[in-house]
């Protein structure tokens, strides 16, 4: 965990640094240092490193920490290697809202929050939902879950192409699949805060009952014979990651693979007990999106990928390389 933190803070720099225009890191420094010290620099310089590539590096830094943590906590919950922090149907739920501002003008009054507050009403609508239907089908259990998830996320998935297909807007295909496949570009100040409280709140709930997760990787029967609240743990944890989940798509879209391999590289390297794991899967998982988010910028320059397409590309090699090892395990299964 310290070579990751360690690791961390150079990333981000590079991340200010380079773009479309590279800038050296002195330049950047400057700028930086003008903001406090109230020294001129050059308007330009200072648009694109204080407010373009800063509050986007610092997004995918909070949004990648967020996701793994996600990851972490679902496959704990389901104890399903596979789980992601989408089963809930939340990334689908995120799309349905964000592809209704995009096609009917739904929140038009909200100006540049019009499309984050969109993916949030879905989101959180997505999730409410999941969480009523296997609440009123006899409780939540990993089984309920992720078929209900499942099911719910492909029903709000033909919501989004059905509100894309009748529009009459033929940039509204374009715009809502690049926000469906993750972004940083809107990334600015004012949507830092929300999600970093957010992700902060939740890793300091799931370290609180680190020693219940891993209880509850044991299977419901070994926690509940050591004295873990089962059903009362699991209706937690599923809002608690609603919440994180709906606050993170709604300020960079669906963003694939991160929750779901990041978790797995963390438990190679600190192992299965979750209080060392959440806080090395978040840094993780903020290295790997900082070091994605920069690849976006720069592997294509000027025109940007979308986060996810570059997500998927290192995501299931390196997912298939940690699962072909020998002496990897999860939940005491090989």
């Given at each position: 965990?310290?070579?990751?933190?360690?690791?961390?803070?150079?990333?981000?720099?590079?991340?200010?640094?380079?773009?479309?225009?590279?800038?050296?890191?002195?330049?950047?420094?400057?700028?930086?240092?003008?903001?406090?010290?109230?020294?001129?620099?050059?308007?330009?310089?200072?648009?694109?490193?204080?407010?373009?590539?800063?509050?986007?590096?610092?997004?995918?830094?909070?949004?990648?920490?967020?996701?793994?943590?996600?990851?972490?906590?679902?496959?704990?919950?389901?104890?399903?290697?596979?789980?992601?922090?989408?089963?809930?149907?939340?990334?689908?739920?995120?799309?349905?809202?964000?592809?209704?501002?995009?096609?009917?003008?739904?929140?038009?009054?909200?100006?540049?929050?019009?499309?984050?507050?969109?993916?949030?009403?879905?989101?959180?609508?997505?999730?409410?939902?999941?969480?009523?239907?296997?609440?009123a089908s006899g409780g939540i259990t990993p089984l309920r879950l992720i078929l209900t998830g499942t099911v719910l996320a492909?029903?709000?998935?033909?919501?989004?192409?059905?509100?894309?297909?009748?529009?009459?807007?033929?940039?509204?295909?374009?715009s809502a699949m690049f926000w469906l496949l993750g972004s940083f570009a809107g990334a600015d100040r004012t949507k830092l805060?929300?999600?970093?409280?957010?992700?902060?709140?939740?890793?300091?709930?799931?370290?609180?009952?680190?020693?219940?997760?891993?209880?509850?990787?044991?299977?419901?029967?070994?926690?509940?014979?050591?004295?873990?609240?089962?059903?009362?743990?699991?209706?937690?944890?599923?809002?608690?990651?609603?919440?994180?989940?709906?606050?993170?798509?709604?300020?960079?879209?669906?963003?694939?693979?991160?929750?779901?391999?990041?978790?797995?590289?963390?438990?190679?390297?600190?192992?299965?007990?979750?209080?060392?794991?959440?806080?090395?899967?978040?840094?993780?998982?903020?290295?790997?999106?900082?070091?994605?988010?920069?690849?976006?910028?720069?592997?294509?320059?000027?025109?940007?990928?979308?986060?996810?397409?570059?997500?998927?590309?290192?995501?299931?090699?390196?997912?298939?390389?940690?699962?072909?090892?020998?002496?990897?395990?999860?939940?005491?299964?090989?």
């Amino acid at each position: 965990m310290v070579v990751l933190l360690a690791a961390l803070v150079p990333s981000a720099l590079i991340g200010v640094t380079l773009g479309a225009e590279p800038l050296p890191l002195a330049t950047v420094a400057d700028v930086v240092a003008a903001r406090f010290t109230g020294a001129a620099v050059s308007p330009g310089l200072d648009t694109i490193v204080w407010e373009l590539r800063m509050p986007r590096t610092l997004l995918a830094i909070i949004v990648g920490a967020g996701l793994a943590l996600a990851g972490a906590a679902m496959q704990t919950l389901v104890t399903n290697p596979l789980a992601d922090p989408y089963l809930l149907g939340i990334s689908s739920g995120a799309s349905v809202g964000a592809v209704a501002v995009l096609t009917t003008g739904f929140l038009a009054g909200a100006g540049t929050w019009a499309l984050s507050g969109g993916a949030l009403l879905g989101a959180l609508a997505a999730g409410a939902i999941v969480l009523t239907v296997v609440l009123a089908s006899g409780g939540i259990t990993p089984l309920r879950l992720i078929l209900t998830g499942t099911v719910l996320a492909a029903a709000f998935s033909s919501i989004a192409s059905f509100l894309v297909f009748r529009s009459k807007d033929p940039s509204a295909a374009e715009s809502a699949m690049f926000w469906l496949l993750g972004s940083f570009a809107g990334a600015d100040r004012t949507k830092l805060l929300a999600p970093a409280i957010v992700v902060a709140i939740g890793a300091i709930a799931l370290l609180a009952v680190a020693g219940w997760l891993d209880a509850l990787m044991l299977g419901p029967t070994t926690a509940a014979s050591l004295g873990v609240p089962v059903p009362q743990l699991r209706l937690a944890l599923v809002i608690v990651l609603a919440l994180v989940v709906s606050v993170l798509v709604a300020v960079s879209g669906g963003i694939g693979f991160v929750g779901l391999v990041v978790p797995h590289l963390a438990r190679l390297l600190v192992g299965p007990r979750h209080r060392a794991l959440l806080p090395a899967a978040m840094l993780a998982g903020a290295l790997f999106m900082v070091w994605v988010d920069l690849g976006t910028r720069v592997l294509t320059r000027p025109v940007e990928i979308p986060v996810s397409v570059l997500t998927g590309i290192i995501g299931a090699p390196v997912f298939l390389i940690l699962m072909s090892r020998r002496r990897y395990s999860f939940a005491g299964t090989t």
